[in-house]
């Protein structure tokens, strides 16, 4: 199984990204999927997951800005980041929310002026 995240970058506070994490090896069909970020000597904390028919959940800190939703077809789990703030900036991970698999890479997103 692999996880490949990308979309991260520079962003100004108030910015948007979309983040993707391309899964291989295991179909997200049926799966609970789950966004994570760590940042610089945190621990890595759930951001969001769902599943691809419903019933996502998000971390109270990104309530009403992010999304999570998961492409079947292209077995592709999103984030959506909306009104980024600078406490958003982060290493950011994809990974199966029940029984992870290794972790990938992970992308980084920097929200600065």
């Known amino acids: 199984v692999q996880l490949v995240e990308s979309g991260g970058g520079l962003v100004q506070p108030g910015g948007s990204l979309r983040l993707s994490c391309v899964v291989s090896?295991?179909?997200?069909?049926?799966?609970?999927m789950a966004w994570y970020r760590q940042a610089t000597g945190q621990q890595r904390e759930l951001v969001a997951s769902?599943?691809?028919?419903?019933?996502?959940n998000y971390a109270e800190p990104v309530k009403g800005r992010f999304t999570i939703s998961i492409d079947t077809a292209k077995n592709t789990v999103y984030l959506q980041m909306n009104s980024l703030k600078s406490e958003d900036t982060a290493d950011y991970y994809c990974n199966f929310r029940n029984s992870p698999a290794v972790w990938g890479q992970g992308t980084l997103v920097t929200v600065s002026s």
């Open positions: 090896g295991r179909s997200v069909y049926f799966e609970y």
């Open positions: 769902g599943t691809a028919y419903g019933g996502t």
